[in-house]
């Protein structure tokens, strides 16, 4: 490249650089922000995750996981060597890749468009201009408003807190444009960084690729090598075992915990829409801009199906609007591209159009984003300081906001967690039925699973309490444990005796246990209570000093994994997942620790073959293959040894469905204003699972059923009582099953 050309593409580099640090301003110095129940407090517990245990057992959530199942590594495990500022350096890190991938923009679209003026533009509009598909899809419009018509990438950022998604975002245009200059190596290495930092971001690069190789029907078949060399060099983290547990969590909790709608034919007619627009793409249009059609394409199905019908063409729909509006961004310029001779005009025509929202964006970006608090201030610090000082080696039970606090300020393990890193699924669903579970026996339930589980401190936030969801169904079940510490204001902490770390069981009697049929299967759970309780504790110092008699073995209370090792024993599950060690008769000093799985090492031998491959320049299509084949193989074997107690959980999960109040969710239903409201006014709760016209729905106002107006499966309109008091719990009750209560002030 000639040193003028070098240095305006380095200038307009530059100045997109600044003008994105600008446009977030503040964001880049803050410390916690106000938002404690948005993602950004997950991440910086799981950056804490990846300090604390790398390589090894994660012992803080879901009993316990190998760290590597928790997240790709490249954001936490950046993320977590700086562990001494979590807070600033999470801020500075996303803002600077944020401030990036406009670069990454201008760069791609001037490999696509050879005009400099246009990917300038292009990239102007990315970072500054309302998206451009606000315009014909209103419903993110409606979302983008509350920050000023913000840019889609702005909103991803600092609403939605999708950083992981945002880092691969940048790797995967990098990559896009690497395959456009069919630097096919580059291509494997850059996408390989996607593979390794977001779920979302692989499947968002793989809709491009999609394109490109309708596009460039040739090159296909390179693009599938490329992706094949990106996995193997991935492999030694992306291992089968995690595949396998990502694959499983995906059946058990998204498939039930997100709503999403069967196929319709609305969903039909825009598969089909996105189809003709392609093929006219691929028609009439020249293949530079004809890729970028086909992307607006298939991102545009996805995000346009879920919008319209709320289908999924892929898992987590909502996620890929990112990726949508580069593309609506690209496809603007790629159109402005073919008309040379009209270009300024174009231009100038659509830089008024859109001028007044960026100046409105503009003049407000500061202002609409989260602000520094003080950890102090929130609902959940002093908490998870209390239980920090008192928990020890017990695990606690929390939920909602109290999760990733506990993760960024203790090591106190959990029962739950961030929803990822989960190696045994019955946990999760365990957790779920404590939290959700309602009818007769749910305390007892509950509090079975407590034991189970080896639970030491109980969380609960109650209607009147400041944490942001109110995950309980009913809480006020749980009034009869006793109480280790409250505030005052809705949050109570209950105790559970301390319970040993492992402990000597009779393996006859486990044998005879009845089989576990639901998360709810009371019979089950007295007896493996029981069971569990042991016959007398075993000391655990560098491994565990047990005397054994014939029939016996030893129960530890963290989940089994292929990587526990211990001398002198073997390993094994219990009937909920739990560790059992089995040894011969007699006083054994049986040492535990935790190492790498068969297709752990399986990983990284993939990766170190692939990186040898490309050394010696074998082709691309035999280290794909050697990279994907085995790994293959070995997910099979995986998904053929799945525990039963996955069905359990799966069951779990579909049937613990309680009606649910959104947070923030209940307003005024004429005005839409928050709390506080005229007594006798008709207020409006949004929320899940509120039942269908056969139904039994009541709504209360404390333990007054309050008249219903209207009600839908996620609203109901509701009278307030003309003599409500002044502060008054509400709650949505479901054939007898009473959801989570928030309080709400009247006058």
Same mark, same amino acid.
């Given at each position: 490249?000639?040193?003028?050309?070098?240095?305006?593409?380095?200038?307009?580099?530059?100045? /997109?650089?600044?003008?994105?640090?600008?446009?977030?301003?503040?964001?880049?110095?803050?410390?916690?922000?106000?938002?404690?129940?948005?993602?950004?407090?997950?991440?910086?517990?799981?950056?804490?995750?990846?300090?604390?245990?790398?390589?090894?057992?994660?012992?803080?959530?879901?009993?316990?996981?190998?760290?590597?199942?928790?997240?790709?590594?490249?954001?936490?495990?950046?993320?977590?060597?700086?562990?001494?500022?979590?807070?600033?350096?999470?801020?500075?890190?996303?803002?600077?890749?944020?401030?990036?991938?406009?670069?990454?923009?201008?760069?791609?679209?001037?490999?696509?468009?050879?005009s400099r003026s246009i990917a300038a533009f292009t990239a102007v509009?990315?970072?500054?201009?309302?998206?451009?598909?606000?315009?014909?899809?209103?419903?993110?419009?409606?979302?983008?408003?509350?920050?000023?018509?913000?840019?889609?990438?702005?909103?991803?950022?600092?609403?939605?807190?999708?950083?992981?998604?945002?880092?691969?975002?940048?790797?995967?245009?990098?990559?896009?444009?690497?395959?456009?200059?069919?630097?096919?190596?580059?291509?494997?290495?850059?996408?390989?960084?996607?593979?390794?930092?977001?779920?979302?971001?692989?499947?968002?690069?793989?809709?491009?690729?999609?394109?490109?190789?309708?596009?460039?029907?040739?090159?296909?078949?390179?693009?599938?090598?490329?992706?094949?060399?990106?996995?193997?060099?991935?492999?030694?983290?992306?291992?089968?075992?995690?595949?396998?547990?990502?694959?499983?969590?995906?059946?058990?909790?998204?498939?039930?915990?997100?709503?999403?709608?069967?196929?319709?034919?609305?969903?039909?007619?825009?598969?089909?829409?996105?189809?003709?627009?392609?093929?006219?793409?691929?028609?009439?249009?020249?293949?530079?801009?004809?890729?970028?059609?086909?992307?607006?394409?298939?991102?545009?199905?996805?995000?346009?199906?879920?919008?319209?019908?709320?289908?999924?063409?892929?898992?987590?729909?909502?996620?890929?609007? /990112?990726?949508?509006?580069?593309?609506?961004?690209?496809?603007?310029?790629?159109?402005?591209?073919?008309?040379?001779?009209?270009?300024?005009?174009?231009?100038?025509?659509?830089?008024?159009?859109?001028?007044?929202?960026?100046?409105?964006f503009l003049r407000h970006a500061w202002e609409v984003q989260p602000?520094?608090?003080?950890?102090?201030?929130?609902?959940?610090?002093?908490?998870?300081?209390?239980?920090? &000082?008192?928990?020890?080696?017990?695990?606690?039970?929390?939920?909602?906001?109290?999760?990733?606090?506990?993760?960024?300020?203790?090591?106190?393990?959990?029962?739950?967690?961030?929803?990822?890193?989960?190696?045994?699924?019955?946990?999760?669903?365990?957790?779920?039925?404590?939290?959700?579970?309602?009818?007769?026996?749910?305390?007892?339930?509950?509090?079975?699973?407590?034991?189970?589980?080896?639970?030491?401190?109980? &969380?609960?936030?109650?209607?009147?309490?400041?944490?942001?969801?109110?995950?309980?169904?009913?809480?006020?079940?749980?009034?009869?444990?006793?109480?280790?510490?409250?505030?005052?204001?809705?949050?109570?902490?209950?105790?559970?005796?301390?319970?040993?770390?492992?402990?000597?069981?009779?393996?006859?009697?486990?044998?005879?246990?009845?089989?576990?049929?639901?998360?709810?299967?009371?019979?089950?759970?007295?007896?493996?209570?029981?069971?569990?309780?042991?016959?007398?504790?075993?000391?655990?110092?560098?491994?565990?000093?047990?005397?054994?008699?014939?029939?016996?073995?030893?129960?530890?209370?963290?989940?089994?994994?292929?990587?526990?090792?211990?001398?002198?024993?073997?390993?094994?599950?219990?009937?909920?997942?739990?560790?059992?060690?089995?040894?011969?008769?007699?006083?054994?000093?049986?040492?535990?620790?935790?190492?790498?799985?068969?297709?752990?090492?399986?990983?990284?031998?993939?990766?170190?073959?692939?990186?040898?491959?490309?050394?010696?320049?074998?082709?691309?299509?035999?280290?794909?293959?050697?990279?994907?084949?085995?790994?293959?193989?070995?997910?099979?074997?995986?998904?053929?040894?799945?525990?039963?107690?996955?069905?359990?959980?799966?069951?779990?999960?579909?049937?613990?469905?309680?009606?649910?109040?959104?947070?923030?969710?209940?307003?005024?239903?004429?005005?839409?204003?928050?709390?506080?409201?005229?007594?006798?006014?008709?207020?409006?709760?949004?929320?899940?699972?509120?039942?269908?016209?056969?139904?039994?729905?009541?709504?209360?106002?404390?333990?007054?059923?309050?008249?219903?107006?209207?009600?839908?499966?996620?609203?109901?309109?509701?009278?307030?009582?003309?003599?409500?008091?002044?502060?008054?719990?509400?709650?949505?009750?479901?054939?007898?099953?009473?959801?989570?209560?928030?309080?709400?002030?009247?006058?």
């Amino acid at each position: 490249m000639e040193k003028p050309a070098f240095r305006i593409d380095a200038a307009i580099i530059f100045a /997109l650089f600044a003008l994105n640090l600008l446009i977030l301003g503040p964001y880049l110095l803050t410390d916690f922000p106000n938002q404690a129940w948005n993602n950004g407090y997950m991440y910086i517990g799981m950056a804490r995750a990846f300090h604390d245990y790398f390589g090894g057992w994660n012992p803080s959530t879901y009993g316990g996981a190998p760290l590597r199942y928790l997240y790709p590594p490249v954001f936490p495990g950046l993320l977590g060597l700086f562990a001494s500022t979590p807070g600033y350096s999470y801020h500075l890190l996303t803002g600077i890749v944020y401030a990036t991938i406009p670069a990454a923009i201008y760069m791609l679209a001037a490999e696509l468009f050879g005009s400099r003026s246009i990917a300038a533009f292009t990239a102007v509009v990315y970072s500054a201009f309302p998206s451009p598909v606000y315009y014909f899809l209103p419903t993110w419009k409606a979302l983008a408003r509350p920050f000023a018509s913000a840019p889609w990438g702005f909103l991803a950022l600092l609403r939605y807190e999708e950083a992981p998604h945002g880092f691969s975002f940048l790797f995967a245009i990098l990559a896009i444009l690497a395959a456009l200059r069919r630097r096919w190596i580059w291509t494997s290495a850059a996408s390989a960084v996607v593979f390794l930092t977001s779920w979302p971001g692989t499947v968002g690069l793989a809709m491009a690729w999609a394109a490109i190789a309708i596009a460039r029907i040739r090159e296909g078949p390179k693009l599938i090598a490329a992706g094949g060399v990106a996995c193997g060099l991935a492999g030694f983290w992306m291992t089968p075992g995690f595949f396998h547990s990502t694959s499983v969590l995906n059946r058990v909790v998204l498939s039930h915990n997100v709503p999403i709608a069967p196929w319709t034919r609305t969903t039909f007619l825009v598969l089909a829409a996105a189809t003709v627009l392609a093929g006219l793409a691929l028609w009439l249009l020249p293949r530079r801009v004809a890729v970028i059609a086909c992307w607006t394409a298939i991102t545009g199905a996805v995000i346009t199906a879920y919008t319209l019908t709320n289908t999924a063409l892929v898992p987590l729909p909502y996620r890929y609007m /990112l990726e949508f509006n580069l593309c609506a961004v690209l496809l603007v310029g790629g159109l402005v591209s073919l008309a040379p001779k009209w270009r300024p005009a174009i231009v100038g025509l659509l830089i008024l159009a859109g001028l007044p929202g960026a100046v409105h964006f503009l003049r407000h970006a500061w202002e609409v984003q989260p602000h520094f608090a003080k950890p102090e201030t929130g609902a959940t610090y002093p908490i998870a300081q209390w239980l920090g &000082a008192h928990a020890g080696d017990g695990r606690v039970m929390a939920s909602g906001e109290l999760e990733p606090a506990l993760s960024v300020w203790t090591h106190a393990p959990q029962v739950g967690g961030s929803g990822q890193g989960v190696s045994n699924p019955l946990i999760f669903a365990a957790q779920r039925q404590i939290a959700f579970g309602c009818g007769v026996d749910s305390e007892q339930i509950a509090e079975r699973w407590m034991q189970a589980l080896g639970v030491g401190y109980f &969380a609960v936030h109650g209607a009147a309490s400041r944490e942001y969801f109110h995950w309980y169904a009913d809480p006020g079940k749980f009034a009869s444990l006793p109480v280790a510490w409250q505030n005052g204001a809705g949050d109570m902490i209950y105790e559970f005796p301390a319970a040993p770390r492992a402990v000597v069981v009779d393996l006859d009697a486990m044998n005879r246990l009845p089989r576990l049929r639901s998360t709810a299967d009371r019979q089950f759970l007295d007896a493996y209570v029981a069971w569990a309780a042991g016959k007398r504790p075993v000391a655990a110092s560098a491994g565990f000093d047990a005397n054994l008699n014939p029939g016996e073995g030893v129960l530890v209370k963290t989940n089994y994994d292929r990587g526990w090792k211990a001398r002198g024993a073997s390993t094994e599950a219990d009937p909920i997942g739990f560790l059992l060690l089995r040894a011969q008769p007699g006083r054994r000093n049986i040492d535990l620790k935790f190492g790498a799985a068969w297709d752990t090492w399986l990983g990284i031998a993939i990766t170190l073959v692939t990186i040898v491959l490309l050394i010696v320049r074998a082709p691309s299509v035999v280290t794909g293959s050697v990279a994907l084949l085995p790994a293959a193989v070995a997910y099979l074997v995986l998904a053929s040894t799945t525990p039963p107690t996955v069905k359990v959980a799966e069951e779990a999960f579909a049937r613990l469905q309680p009606p649910t109040i959104n947070p923030e969710g209940i307003v005024d239903a004429a005005t839409s204003a928050p709390p506080p409201f005229q007594r006798g006014r008709t207020l409006t709760v949004y929320g899940l699972n509120f039942g269908t016209p056969a139904d039994n729905v009541q709504v209360f106002a404390g333990n007054r059923a309050a008249a219903i107006e209207y009600r839908g499966p996620n609203q109901i309109n509701f009278k307030l009582p003309p003599d409500a008091p002044a502060r008054v719990a509400i709650t949505v009750e479901v054939n007898g099953c009473r959801g989570n209560a928030f309080t709400i002030e009247g006058r």
